[in-house]
Protein backbone atom coordinates (compact mmCIF):
# COMPACT_ATOMS: atom_id res chain seq x y z
CA UNK A 1 0.00 0.00 0.00
CA UNK A 2 1.06 3.47 -1.26
CA UNK A 3 1.29 6.53 0.83
CA UNK A 4 -1.76 8.60 1.22
CA UNK A 5 -2.85 10.87 -0.83
CA UNK A 6 -3.67 14.35 0.42
CA UNK A 7 -7.06 13.95 -1.19
CA UNK A 8 -7.56 10.79 0.84
CA UNK A 9 -7.06 12.88 4.01
CA UNK A 10 -10.11 15.09 3.31
CA UNK A 11 -12.27 11.90 4.07
CA UNK A 12 -11.62 12.11 7.81
CA UNK A 13 -13.79 14.80 9.90
CA UNK A 14 -11.83 17.32 11.27
CA UNK A 15 -11.66 17.87 15.15
CA UNK A 16 -12.86 14.76 16.53
CA UNK A 17 -10.92 13.07 19.14
CA UNK A 18 -8.40 9.92 18.76
CA UNK A 19 -11.13 7.48 19.69
CA UNK A 20 -13.28 8.67 17.20
CA UNK A 21 -10.70 8.98 14.49
CA UNK A 22 -10.11 5.53 15.52
CA UNK A 23 -13.94 3.97 14.58
CA UNK A 24 -14.02 5.85 12.04
CA UNK A 25 -10.90 4.57 10.91
CA UNK A 26 -12.52 1.07 11.37
CA UNK A 27 -15.55 1.63 9.69
CA UNK A 28 -13.78 2.32 6.30
CA UNK A 29 -11.68 -0.44 7.10
CA UNK A 30 -14.62 -2.70 7.14
CA UNK A 31 -16.10 -1.34 3.49
CA UNK A 32 -12.48 -1.95 2.07
CA UNK A 33 -11.58 1.63 1.93
CA UNK A 34 -8.29 1.52 3.40
CA UNK A 35 -6.66 4.75 2.35
CA UNK A 36 -9.65 6.57 3.59
CA UNK A 37 -9.05 4.36 6.89
CA UNK A 38 -5.25 5.30 7.19
CA UNK A 39 -6.32 8.56 6.51
CA UNK A 40 -8.00 8.13 9.78
CA UNK A 41 -5.76 6.16 11.44
CA UNK A 42 -2.99 8.29 11.06
CA UNK A 43 -5.02 11.87 12.46
CA UNK A 44 -6.18 9.39 15.46
CA UNK A 45 -1.89 9.13 15.82
CA UNK A 46 -1.56 12.30 15.75
CA UNK A 47 -3.99 13.04 18.16
CA UNK A 48 -3.21 11.00 20.71
CA UNK A 49 0.50 10.26 19.63
CA UNK A 50 1.81 7.89 22.43
CA UNK A 51 -1.38 5.60 22.13
CA UNK A 52 0.21 2.08 21.16
CA UNK A 53 -3.02 1.06 19.56
CA UNK A 54 -2.91 3.27 17.32
CA UNK A 55 0.61 2.69 16.33
CA UNK A 56 0.03 -0.83 16.18
CA UNK A 57 -2.56 0.14 13.72
CA UNK A 58 -1.24 2.03 11.89
CA UNK A 59 1.79 -0.29 10.98
CA UNK A 60 -0.68 -3.32 10.38
CA UNK A 61 -1.97 -1.25 7.74
CA UNK A 62 1.59 -0.65 6.00
CA UNK A 63 2.06 -4.39 6.32
CA UNK A 64 -1.28 -5.00 4.64
Known amino acids: MGPVKSSDKKSCQPELTANDYKEQGNRYFTLRKYNEALACYG ?11 YVRIVTLMHTA
Open 43 to 53: KALVSYFYASV
